[in-house]
């Protein structure tokens, strides 16, 4: 039995082993299509650039206007930056660009501040002059300047990868993004050479004190365009598009431009008037390319295979893939493992094509690990992220398949969260059910219990219903139920005396005292104190009994040690005698030796029978063959056992008997057991030892017919220094089957004593 169960053991280990073993082949297998992939979506990218090509090519004009008002947006917000900065507080649009628009706006007799520039007319309707008109221009203004300031350090910089650069020529403050000096960019020398040679684009606008623009460099860009941005400049065309349906739209020329001050724009980027909205990035595109360039169908494939291993493999019953864990996931557990499997294609696409192209992981250019690790590292993650993904799906298919074995009724049950809720619930609900129904409504405390609730809510009731006249006769209800609550409590404590009375005479001594008022609730208790009083008595009378033994052991033992010792110093007085002969010397020198050997055995047994009963034993549990340790007992004692004259019959199994014991105590068992049969047993008789396995216990029975009556307790018989052969005529301590008894409990056995008129039968007990 015990060698099927380790070969569906190692079936199970197999199978989960192959398991894994084809999931890592087809998680290899995906990561081996890279490079095929990577092929595929280059080709792909490079068709997808040529027909990008052809579609800037038609809307450069476009992109380039678009670029040019972006610019001119970010003129105007770089000089309200700039002149906050000048002033040295917060500014709005209107104050920068509309002069004296802080008259139209100001309250009577207050002070301008940003909190009144904001304020719309009916919030202040009636704090200021008839010039409504006037005011909805100026805030007009300050949310086109806002939203665009919004949209130019948002999104255009980055859109562009503009760099800027503006200077105020009067206080000579700055303001800028980049580290570089862009201001050089005015120059001819040989330095704003190396710098201008960086930037495919650069561009420098300078506003004189008028607000007459110049625009001395526009690189990267037609010489026309210069024309362009004069005229937005010159004709406010931006503001009057944004302006068109306010009813003073056509003061927009009032707005001023930025004055005495220099703008420089520089950017990096080839194509630096595609902003990012339209120049497509290139990343995404590669990854867009890549997914469809095969890792969609490898991916596909991959888990078409995966599904097939689980839906294939537990037909191989002896691997019980079906029956483990793996084959055990609750259906909306795995809806949400199928659900994350299929949503993570994306991310893992990403993974992929990150993994080829060297920069999945991020490694800094100063790490300690080489190229080679670092590849290592990015395709490790990759397996084991794939590995993962496909052992989800594999428990996933495997849990569900689970409803062709076991039926839709019983997966319902057994496999689903809400089937096995449900069953939660039913269950509990029935117990509670049958705990209600329990209730005895004809007990008298339950009916009192049940008649107070039902009193305290009707009162309860009546008093919530007539609001907070309620309170007033809470007051009185509150008072009587106090006193019928003492009254209730002091009956209690009452009892209670009683019944501690009662038990602090039994800790005195008096086990005679009884208890015959009715304690109400506390009568469970007195019919239990009714017994631990039984018990004391009892355990008083074994007090007793143990008393007597104890007696007797010392009676036992000093005239079991007495004998021997007495031998000994008798015959060592013989000794000392001159006239005796070497044949006499001899002989009491033998004497001397058994009489110090039967001493020693004595001694051992007592140090033998003072640990077991302290459990101060200790085992060296091993596997052994209970038939050899017999016949080895039976080789040890043969001398005596042919001096006995009782014929040995050895009734043993051919087959090996295994169990884990500890060797040299059960050779004392037997041994004891042995010695007893040849000291006690009728002369010319036979006695039987036979062993009989059965499923799960070994039984060992050892019989003979006594010499004497068996006049004692077969339970007596066990105990420390008693014998049969209560007139000590036999040599024996009386430990024998003290120490028998204590050996087999102490490695789990049981042993016991039968007697049968003559028939004296000892039987040990093992669970296999």
């Known amino acids: 039995m015990d060698t099927k169960l380790k070969n569906n053991d190692l079936s199970k280990v197999l199978g989960i082993f192959i398991s894994l073993l084809l999931l890592t082949a087809i998680s290899i297998g995906v990561i081996a299509s890279y490079p095929i992939i990577l092929q595929n979506a280059n080709s792909i990218m490079d068709r997808s650039n040529e027909e990008d090509k052809k579609i800037k090519s038609g809307m450069e004009n476009s992109y380039q206007e678009e670029f040019l008002k972006d610019l001119y947006r970010g003129n105007y917000c770089l000089y309200w930056d700039t002149m906050e900065q000048v002033k040295g507080n917060v500014l709005t649009p209107g104050e920068v660009l509309i002069p004296g628009s802080i008259n139209w706006v100001q309250p009577k007799n207050t002070e301008y501040s940003e909190e009144y520039a904001n304020q719309t007319s009916t919030q202040v309707e009636g704090e200021f002059d008839n010039n409504y008109y006037d005011k909805e221009f100026v805030q007009n203004i300050n949310s086109i300047l806002q939203n665009w300031h919004n949209s130019f350090f948002d999104n255009s910089l980055a859109s562009y990868s503009l760099e800027y650069y503006i200077i105020d020529n009067k206080t000579g403050k700055t303001l800028t993004n980049t580290v570089t000096n862009l201001n050089i960019l005015q120059e001819n020398s040989e330095e704003a050479q190396k710098i201008k040679a960086l930037y495919p684009f650069y561009g420098v606008f300078r506003y004189k004190e008028d607000g007459s623009l110049e625009i001395p460099e526009l690189y990267g860009l037609e010489e026309s365009r210069k024309d362009s941005f ?23 020329n009032q707005i001023k431009s930025p004055a005495d001050v220099t703008i420089i ?38 888990l078409i295979l995966v599904t097939l291993l689980a839906l294939l493999l537990p037909f191989k019953k002896s691997f019980g893939l079906e029956k483990s864990l793996v084959g055990k996931v609750p259906l909306e557990i795995g809806f949400l493992g199928i659900c994350f499997v299929f949503g993570i294609y994306r991310d893992l696409s990403s993974v992929a094509y990150e993994t080829i192209s060297d920069h999945y992981l991020d490694f800094s250019e100063y790490t300690i690990f080489p190229y080679w690790m670092q590849r290592i590292m990015d395709y490790g993650a990759n397996f084991l992220i794939f590995l993962l993904i496909f052992m989800i799906l594999f ?11 076991l039926g839709l009724k019983s997966y319902f049950k057994e496999r689903t969260l809400t089937g096995i809720l449900l069953v939660w619930i039913k269950r509990n609900g029935k117990r509670l059910i049958a705990y209600l129904s329990d209730i005895d409504l004809t007990d008298s405390s339950n009916k009192a219990i049940f008649k107070i609730l039902a009193v305290n809510f009707i009162i309860l009731t009546l008093l919530c219903s007539i609001w907070f006249l309620g309170i007033a006769v809470l007051i009185p209800y509150t008072i009587i139920l106090f006193f019928v609550m003492r009254k209730i409590v002091t009956d209690i404590k009452a009892k209670y005396a009683k019944l501690l009375n009662a038990t602090s005479s039994m800790a005195e001594g008096n086990l005679e005292v009884s208890i015959e008022e009715d304690l109400g609730v506390f009568n469970p208790l007195k019919e239990e104190l009714a017994k631990v009083q039984f018990g004391f008595k009892k355990a008083v009378e074994q007090e007793m009994k143990s008393q007597k033994m104890k007696t007797d052991l010392i009676t036992n033992v000093s005239h079991d040690l007495k004998t021997p010792l007495t031998a000994i110093i008798t015959y060592v007085n013989l000794l000392k005698e001159r006239n005796i002969t070497e044949e006499e010397r001899a002989s009491y020198i033998e004497t001397l030796d058994k009489k110090s050997l039967r001493l020693k055995s004595l001694i051992e047994d007592l140090f033998e029978i003072s640990k077991a009963s302290s459990n101060n034993v200790v085992l060296n549990l091993v596997d052994m063959d209970l038939v050899s340790l017999i016949k080895q007992v039976q080789f040890e004692l043969s001398e005596k056992i042919e001096q006995s004259e009782v014929e040995f019959r050895f009734l043993l199994p051919e087959e090996k008997v295994i169990l884990k014991l500890d060797s040299d105590k059960t050779f004392r068992i037997f041994e004891n057991l042995m010695l007893n049969i040849t000291k006690y047993a009728m002369p010319h008789t036979r006695a039987y030892i036979e062993i009989q396995s059965s499923g799960k216990e070994v039984t060992v029975t050892l019989k003979n017919i006594s010499a004497s009556e068996l006049d004692f307790n077969s339970q007596d018989i066990t105990e420390r220094f008693v014998r049969g ?32 008129g003559d028939l004296f039968k000892a039987v040990i007990i093992w669970k296999k």
């Open 230 to 252: 004069k005229t937005l400049e010159l004709t406010k065309e931006l503001f009057s598009n944004e302006l068109y349906n306010s009813s003073r739209y056509q003061y927009f």
């Open 265 to 302: 724009y520089a950017s990096k980027d080839k194509e630096f008037y595609y902003p990012g909205g339209v120049n497509y990035d290139n990343q995404w595109r590669q990854i867009w390319s890549f997914r469809n360039g095969g890792f969609l169908y490898v991916y596909a494939i991959s």
């Open 725 to 756: 052969d209560k007139s000590r005529n036999t040599e024996g301590s009386g430990l024998g089957l003290a120490i028998v008894k204590n050996f087999v409990e102490v490695q789990g056995g049981k042993f016991k004593i039968h007697l049968d």
């Open 395 to 405: 428990s996933v298919v495997l849990s569900v398949r689970n409803v062709f074995s």
